[in-house]
C-alpha cells in the first residue's frame, strides 16, 4: 500500500468517518504520522477509534497530544456542569435544528486552529510540508473552521509563523457529502466499524454503544444510507416506537 | 488601577520580561485574564514566574493550559537527548552567533500559532475580542512567528476559523526594543525582580539562579543596560574572569 519513499505527512485523526477517510485517502501517497488530541471530548470511544483506524491503515505512528484546557462553558463537547447539552434528533432521522447564529453547540472555540498548529508543528520537525485534515463544508458547514476560506488563511498564516515557510494543509474531503465520503473511504478499503462518531456514547456490558440520536449519529447514518453501504454501527436500543 | 467597566482580555504570559510588560500594558486598559502554557520548556522558574507576575498585576483569572507535546528533537527550548543544546554567549555580553538560516535553536515549532489559537479559543469564551501577545520583532528577529506579517496573518485565520469573528490580537511591543520594553515597564510599576527569562537556569540554595550567559540572559541584561534600570535579576556565579 507503501513504500519507504513516499513522502512524510502528518494526518489529524479523531476516530470519525471523516478524518478516518482522510487517513485513507492521505495513506494513498503519504507514510502518515497521525496526531490525536485528547482534550477532554465527551466521546471517549472516538478516541479508541483513532487508536484502531491508525494501526489498520498502517501509519508510521500514532501520537496522542494531551491538552489540559478549560473550556468551560463554551462547548457542548466538553461535560461540565455549565455546558449546553449536545442536542438529540427529535425524529432520529433529520439532525437537530441550528441555534439562531447556525453555529452548532458542539463547535469547539478555534479547535480546528489549535489541531492545525499542532500538526504544522509536528510536520515541521519531521520535515515535510505535508498535513491533512478531514474537514468538509456539505455536512457541517455550521462550524466557521471547516470553509476553504479559512483552511487557506491558516495554511497562510502557518507558512509565515514556522520556519520552512512551505505548509501545504490538504482538505481532500472539503466538497464531499458524507455519502461519498462513505463511498470513497469504502474504496479505499476502510473498515467503518472501527470508527467513532456517537457525542453521547451510552454504556453496554459489550462496549460502549452510539446513541443514534445526537447529530453526529444523525449525520453518519445519513452518510451510510446515501453510500448505499451497510452501517456497522452499535446503536443503543432506543425506547422511541 | 482597574475598574469593572474595562473590556476583558486574554494574555498570553510566559513569565518572561516581553509578556511581563505585556500584561502591565494590558492592565492600562483591560481586565486581564492570563494564559501560560506549560509545554514541557527547559525554563520551569518562568512558571513561578508568570504565576508572580499575574498576582502582581491583579489580573482576574490567571490559568496554566498543559500541553503535552513531543517536542523530539526540534527545539533547544525543550529538553530531550536528541535537541541541539541552548546556545551560551562566548563572552557574557553579545548573544551566541545564529544558525544559518536565521532562526534561532530555541525556536519552538509553531509555538505561538499553538498560544494564541489557546488565546482565541478562551478569548471566545470570555465573550472578548482582545488577546495580547508580547512578540516583538527588534531583539528576537530570528523568530519567524514575531513579526508584524505573521500577527496580521493569524489575526485574519482565527477571525475565520472563530464564531466571532472580530478577534483583535495587540501586540503592544512589536517595534520597541528590549530596553524601550523595560522603561515602559518600569513606568507602569512593574517589578521585573518577579520575571524570570534564563534558558539555562542552576539550581542553588536560596532558589534558582539564572546562568548570565545563554541568549535570554543577554538580550536581559542588555535590556536593562539601555534603560538605565538595576537588573533585579540573582545570576549564577560563573568561572570565567
Known sequence: MSSAS?????????????????????????????LTVEYGQRNAPELDAAGRVARSLGVVEHRIVELRFDWRGSTALVPDLGAPQVPRSADAVAPSAPPPDGVPVTYVPARN???????????????????????????????????????????????????????????????????????????????????????????????????????SCIHRKKGFAEAGVPDPTPYAPTDRG
Chains 1, 2 share one sequence.
Open 113 to 215: 486552529s489549535i489541531f492545525l498548529a499542532l500538526g504544522a508543528a509536528w510536520a515541521e520537525a519531521l520535515g515535510t510540508p505535508h498535513l491533512f485534515i478531514g474537514v468538509n463544508r456539505v455536512d457541517y458547514s455550521g462550524y466557521p473552521d471547516c470553509r476553504p476560506a479559512y483552511v487557506e488563511a491558516i495554511q497562510a498564516a502557518l507558512r509565515l509563523g514556522t520556519r520552512r515557510g512551505d505548509l501545504q494543509i490538504h482538505a481532500p474531503l472539503m466538497e464531499l457529502t458524507k455519502g461519498q465520503i462513505v463511498r470513497r473511504g469504502t474504496e479505499l478499503g476502510l473498515d467503518y466499524g472501527l470508527t467513532w462518531s456517537c457525542y453521547d456514547p451510552q454504556d453496554a456490558p459489550a462496549g460502549p454503544r452510539a446513541c443514534g440520536l445526537c447529530d
Open 6 to 34: 513516499q513522502p512524510a505527512a502528518v494526518v489529524l485523526l479523531s476516530g470519525g468517518i471523516d478524518s478516518s477517510t482522510c487517513l485513507a485517502v492521505a495513506r494513498q501517497q503519504h507514510e502518515c504520522h497521525a
